[in-house]
């Protein structure tokens, strides 16, 4: 026991099979095991400047990395494109994006990001035609004229 009210916890984790999911936790907490983890989960807004510009730097110290869930906080339409904008040690087709609304739907990789991409543009052509009859998604479309087709 450390002094005060704080406990030592230990885990232990099988780093070869298991995914390691580390929830909102910042990336740096992570430094020393990082090399070790096989399979990262991680739960982030996405488009969140802290996370964009900065933080998603960091996923580069799981080197040996042979997949990355992600669950995209502020919804799946936010990860289009981020294959393309950010580095991913296990290769772009190894990320996946668990769907924060329903997590039994999983994207894959480029491919994954166009089916997300899809899924947005038809929730909003949807809407536009009747409003009353679906929601509009939690991202927008990447361009106006997406909309407007």
Known sequence: MLSGDVHCRYIWANLEIDTIDIGMSF????EKVAK??????FSREMQAEYFYYGEVKDVQ???NAKEIWIVPLDGLGCCVGATEEHYWPCGEENVYYIDPENPKRVFRG?????EIDDLCLLKVLQYCDDPSSASLPTSPPTSPSEVSQ
């Open 27 to 30: 990336f740096e907490r992570y």
């Open 36 to 41: 070790s983890i096989r399979y990262l989960k």
């Open 110 to 114: 480029p491919d994954g990001e166009g």
């Open 61 to 63: 110290d799981f080197v």
